[in-house]
């Protein structure tokens, strides 16, 4: 069963950085979404199981940075530049089912796996 521990979230303001953290039980392709209130959940960014492909919403684009640190087997969101309307719950995910091939999706009914989310709050 995969295990994801998302931390780094808290309350920035408009114009500040945070990084977001999720440690995985293993190596996945691997996504991050958020759900910002009355809302539905929407897709930030996702990585490729070797890392080397990333793709990016477009409200995101330029602003944030999804990476991975295999060896930890650990996942991250750099987000700089924050704006009031980044604020969300963000989650990190996982397909289970992902192999080296497989390209990420955007949609999270590609992903059966998810954390618990962390609260990110930007300020204006």
């Known amino acids: 069963q995969v295990q994801l521990v998302e931390s780094g979230g808290g309350l920035v303001q408009a114009g500040g950085s945070l990084r977001l953290s999720c440690a995985a039980s293993g190596r996945y392709v691997m996504g991050w979404f958020r759900q910002a209130p009355g809302k539905e959940r929407e897709f930030v960014a996702a990585?490729?199981?070797?890392?080397?492909?990333?793709y990016y919403a477009g409200s995101v684009k330029g602003r944030f940075t999804i990476s991975r640190d295999s060896a930890k087997n650990t996942l991250y969101l750099q987000m700089n530049s924050l704006k009031p309307e980044d604020t969300a719950v963000y989650y990190c995910?996982?397909?289970?089912?992902?192999?080296?091939?497989?390209?990420?999706?955007?949609?999270?009914?590609?992903?059966?796996?998810w954390g618990q989310g962390t609260q990110v709050t930007v300020s204006s």
């Open positions: 990585i490729s199981k070797a890392g080397t492909n990333t």
């Open positions: 995910a996982a397909d289970r089912r992902s192999t080296l091939w497989t390209t990420p999706s955007t949609s999270e009914n590609s992903y059966d796996a």
